[in-house]
């Protein structure tokens, strides 16, 4: 079955930090890790995995490479994404 899927996609940061920060407090992060997240992302993924022809509709920015990436990886067609 075809589908498309019109929704969000977008690099998720995750920070590390050795304890919670306090109320006034700064502190330096000793890891910064970047993951493909975003609800229409994961659904178009759920979709092809479960043996559709997906199609993806949406925009990613300049440092969205890693988006596009994914969306090959799994056999999404982007032509729609600008």
Do not use: W
Not at 22 to 47: D, H, W
């Amino acid at each position: 079955m075809k589908m498309v899927v019109f929704g969000s996609l977008n690099i998720d940061k995750t920070y590390s930090l050795e304890d919670f920060v306090r109320p006034g407090q700064t502190v330096s992060a000793y890891k910064m890790e970047q993951f493909c997240g975003g609800k229409g992302l994961n659904q178009a993924i759920a979709l092809r995995r479960a043996g559709n022809e997906v199609y993806f509709a949406g925009a990613v920015g300049q440092d969205g490479g890693m988006l596009l990436e994914m969306l090959d990886a799994n056999g999404i067609n982007r032509e729609h994404v600008k």
